[in-house]
């Protein structure tokens, strides 16, 4: 079955510094791939995402990269801020058969930024 | 409001109680799915639903039931509460790639 596997946390970074968190997957066929961040007390918010290999998710800073041949799809950021304090959870997407458009989910990766 | 919205917020019952968890849309969306969220775990998927009257089993469905008679509504009901079930919830529905979460519900089974 579909998994997925993020780095794992806490992430405390000083404000201005280069984050990136990783996160890897395993499926069968060409899934699409998401990031989603969750602030403190909220529900879960789309970042960004790619529905194919070498697309390039990007938004408010965050970009991430579809990498088939490494699985992976990793976030980064290169300068973070105080306010992009919150958990950031990756998800993919499976193809085709009973998916349903069903999201499969990292555990999650807590990220502090101090001042 | 437009958008998802969850009741109650928070709630805390009973080992062996019935509960209810409600969740509405204003968007019409056909897809809504349940979710639980605890640590070390992300999301996992409970149950989802692809239009009205029609309802699927998702990665923990175990405890729970759910239905869906009007598309904006999708209520999960735990039938007999256990403290294994104490997590925050999150209803979501999907259109085209992106799926839109409430802002959960926060249940502590005692």
């Known amino acids: 079955g579909n998994s997925v596997t993020q780095m794992e946390g806490p992430v405390t970074l000083s404000e201005e510094a280069f984050l990136t968190i990783n996160c890897t997957y395993t499926a069968t066929g060409y899934p699409s791939l998401f990031w989603y961040v969750q602030y403190p007390g909220e529900g879960l918010q789309l970042l960004l995402k790619?529905?194919?290999?070498?697309d390039k998710g990007s938004n408010k800073g965050f970009e991430a990269t579809y990498r088939k041949e490494t699985t992976s799809f990793h976030l980064e950021k290169g300068s973070v801020q105080v306010s992009d304090s919150a958990v950031y959870f990756c998800?993919?997407?499976?193809?085709?058969?009973?998916?349903?458009?069903?999201?499969?989910f990292g555990q999650g990766t807590i990220l502090t930024v101090h001042p | 409001d437009a958008g998802i919205t969850q009741s109650p917020r928070y709630k805390i019952t009973e080992t062996g109680r019935q509960v209810t968890l409600m969740c509405h849309q204003t968007w019409s969306h056909s897809y809504m799915f349940w979710y639980r969220q605890d640590l070390g775990h992300g999301l996992r998927l409970i149950y989802y639903s692809a239009a009205a009257d029609i309802t699927d089993k998702g990665e923990v469905p175990d405890g729970y039931v759910v239905s869906r008679s009007k598309t904006e509504n999708f209520p999960l009901t735990l039938e007999s509460a256990t403290r294994s079930q104490t997590s925050v919830y999150f209803c979501?529905?999907?259109?085209?790639?992106?799926?839109?979460f409430g802002p959960g519900t926060r249940l502590t089974v005692l």
């Open positions: 998800a993919l997407r499976g193809t085709g058969g009973t998916s349903y458009g069903k999201l499969t």
């Open positions: 979501a529905s999907r259109h085209t790639d992106e799926q839109f």
């Open positions: 790619a529905t194919k290999a070498d």
